[in-house]
């Protein structure tokens, strides 16, 4: 189903046609939302431009698109305003005909995309025996939601997590791991390693005090690279024991994945320089191998080297992801790859997919997009730390919300004098506790630094999930008073825009389409944030100036309709940000 505003933009580049000739064919009308609706729904700006260019007025120009404009079907008749805009107001016939053919549409009237693409998305990336703190959360939230909303749009994806799961840090873990649980390397059962993250620190503490115990954990890295068969089985079972960890987070957000660590790509890693070598792009700089490409300098000014291979003759992170791209373009056909991190790494990236390009690995129809995000800040404004100045686990950072909010519920539920069981209370702190952080972030654009507050994000009030549940709520609510069966609602009832706040609520629940369309281009999912959250409003007034339960036919049934129409957008579009809603709280 196209949207009003593309079927507006077909009509006046008919127009535009017709008015001046094949060659104002295609121009862009700049239609944009009137900052004033009382004079209109839409604003043409074409005529500004168009009376540059043929050296007219611009009200004479936009006077002569409106006579060659057919839209009676949609608009009320266009209006000229200030030096040559064109005022367009939506007729509540077209509105009410749009609003009953999305009514019946189990999309919503979403189109899917035309022409899908398959595309590649690299987010969330722990680090094996690390623990996920708080830096994982933007990277795992925005890279989910924006899966979901391409995936709902037609587009075939790929959810790669990129862990961490290969390189030196092994060798000291798997040579501490002998020391003190040698049954691991001998043995094919699984053992229980207790706390990873203690475990990582008390093999950091050998490995910089013993210089023996280094040399040790050296050793263990080329065992673990020429596949020792002791060495490989306490590799993986230090892999193993991290995701079962991860999985109970992903578990908890909701979080679907394919892991393809750095372990994957090793094997891969000699073709990437050798390929670059026979392509004489590899230079020889203190002894490492690199890719110098210009406009990369360090902050002496002096260009700056991607290092594809270390003079000890080890990769690192840009062969691994030199090998990713590759991978991910030849064997997973991808024609779009997006990296979902944070913005310190955008460099790192810039220079990666500038030495692909240069050797000629990126096809002109494969874009790659590097998605940055901003730190998540604490109330000083710094990055949030814990008191002792670690980082926040992300496990601790879940269940705090979840605490809390079952204490707000508790206490409006001694307010209100309700009873409810253990199962609701607890279902409903996990849902909206989770909800709440989950919002809170991508309802910031992704790539500014946000401040963390459990108090804001946990608010009944404002661009908050417990406010956006609340008003779908709020739907149910009628529902059951009523006994509504939504789904079996008169089928031949019409859709009727009286009141000004009906008409309102009308006109935003048609923009979705758009709003989808444009997260789809720039991949910004607090769009869709701000879309409800305007939505909630606009249907909460709605709700307070239209009775619904006591209007009389056919209004009842057309009221019915919008608050159904507003829920079930609501599910939706809280649904791709990876929130699921509640009957009740």
């Known amino acids: 189903m196209f949207s009003t505003t593309s079927k507006l933009k077909a009509r006046f580049d008919k127009a535009f046609?017709?008015?001046?000739?094949?060659?104002?064919?295609?121009?862009?009308?700049?239609?944009?939302?009137?900052?004033?609706?009382?004079?209109?729904?839409?604003?043409?700006?074409?005529?500004?431009?168009?009376?540059k260019k043929l050296k007219k007025s611009p009200r004479a120009i936009a006077q002569t698109i409106i006579e060659n404009l057919d839209i009676a079907d949609i608009c009320e008749t266009p209006e000229i305003?200030?030096?040559?805009?064109?005022?367009?107001?939506?007729?509540?016939?077209?509105?009410?005909a749009e609003v009953r053919a999305i009514a019946i549409d189990p999309r919503l009237g979403i189109s899917q995309i035309e022409?899908?693409?398959?595309?590649?998305?690299?987010?969330?990336?722990?680090?094996?025996?690390?623990?996920?703190?708080?830096?994982?959360?933007?990277?795992?939230?925005?890279?989910?939601?924006?899966?979901?909303?391409?995936?709902?749009l037609g587009h075939d994806v790929i959810r790669i997590n990129h862990i961490g799961d290969w390189g030196t840090q092994f060798g000291m873990l798997i040579a501490y791991l002998r020391e003190v649980h040698p049954e691991a390397l001998t043995t094919a059962n699984a053992l229980d390693l207790g706390d990873l993250?203690?475990?990582?620190?008390?093999?950091?503490?050998?490995?910089?005090?013993?210089?023996?115990?280094?040399?040790?954990?050296?050793?263990?890295?080329?065992?673990?690279?020429?596949?020792?068969?002791?060495?490989?089985?306490?590799w993986k079972l230090l892999c193993d024991q991290s995701r079962r960890e991860f999985q109970v987070i992903?578990?908890?957000?909701?979080?679907?994945?394919?892991?393809?660590?750095?372990?994957?790509?090793?094997?891969?890693?000699?073709?990437?320089?050798?390929?670059?070598?026979?392509?004489?792009?590899?230079?020889?700089?203190?002894?490492?191998?690199?890719?110098?490409?210009?406009?990369?300098?360090?902050?002496?000014?002096?260009?700056?080297p991607l290092i594809v291979q270390k003079t000890d003759g080890g990769y690192n992170y840009a062969t691994t992801d030199l090998a990713a791209i590759r991978y991910r373009i030849e064997e997973d056909g991808a024609k779009r790859i997006i990296y979902v991190t944070d913005s310190g790494q955008a460099n790192h990236f810039a220079q990666v997919f500038a030495v692909a390009r240069k050797a000629n690995w990126i096809p002109e129809d494969v874009e790659i997009v590097h998605v940055p995000f901003g730190l998540v800040c604490g109330e000083d404004g710094k990055r949030l730390k814990t008191r002792s100045g670690d980082a926040v686990r992300l496990q601790d950072l879940l269940d705090e919300a979840i605490v809390r909010t079952r204490a707000d519920l508790e206490t409006r539920l001694v307010a209100e004098e309700r009873q409810e069981t253990e199962e609701f209370i607890t279902n409903v702190s996990e849902v909206v506790g989770l909800s709440a952080v989950k919002y809170a972030d991508l309802s910031q654009n992704r790539a500014s630094n946000y401040v963390f507050s459990y108090d804001?994000?946990?608010?009944?009030?404002?661009?908050?999930?417990?406010?956006?549940?609340?008003?779908?709520?709020?739907?149910?609510?009628?529902?059951?008073?009523?006994?509504?069966?939504?789904?079996?609602?008169?089928?031949?009832?019409?859709?009727?825009?009286?009141?000004?706040?009906?008409?309102?609520?009308?006109?935003h629940l048609l923009q979705l389409n758009e709003v989808l369309g444009s997260v789809d281009g720039d991949l910004l999912p607090n769009r869709i944030c701000q879309y409800l959250f305007e939505l909630s409003q606009k249907f909460n007034q709605f709700f307070e100036q239209c009775p619904v339960l006591k209007a009389e036919e056919p209004l009842r049934s057309s009221r019915l309709i919008l608050c159904d129409l507003t829920a079930r957008t609501l599910k939706l579009g809280l649904g791709l940000l990876g929130i699921q809603v509640l009957e009740r709280m």
């Open 17 to 51: 046609t017709a008015a001046f000739g094949e060659s104002a064919s295609g121009i862009d009308p700049m239609l944009t939302a009137a900052s004033n609706p009382n004079f209109g729904d839409f604003q043409c700006n074409a005529a500004m431009s168009l009376g």
């Open 81 to 96: 305003a200030g030096p040559g805009f064109i005022n367009l107001k939506l007729k509540p016939a077209y509105l009410e």
């Open 115 to 152: 022409a899908p693409q398959r595309i590649a998305i690299d987010f969330s990336s722990p680090n094996i025996a690390k623990e996920m703190h708080v830096g994982h959360l933007r990277s795992t939230i925005i890279g989910d939601a924006i899966a979901r909303i391409l995936e709902f």
């Open 197 to 234: 993250v203690a475990f990582y620190r008390q093999a950091k503490q050998r490995f910089d005090a013993d210089e023996t115990f280094k040399e040790t954990a050296r050793q263990e890295v080329v065992k673990l690279q020429a596949g020792a068969e002791d060495t490989r089985r306490a």
């Open 250 to 304: 992903y578990n908890l957000l909701d979080i679907k994945l394919t892991e393809r660590g750095e372990s994957f790509y090793n094997p891969l890693l000699p073709a990437v320089v050798e390929d670059l070598t026979n392509l004489g792009l590899l230079v020889e700089s203190d002894g490492a191998k690199c890719v110098f490409v210009d406009g990369f300098t360090n902050k002496e000014g002096e260009p700056l």
């Open 456 to 507: 804001k994000m946990l608010a009944l009030q404002g661009n908050t999930a417990p406010y956006m549940l609340y008003a779908y709520v709020r739907v149910q609510g009628i529902r059951r008073k009523g006994g509504i069966d939504f789904d079996n609602l008169d089928a031949g009832a019409k859709v009727i825009l009286q009141s000004d706040a009906e008409l309102v609520l009308a006109k």
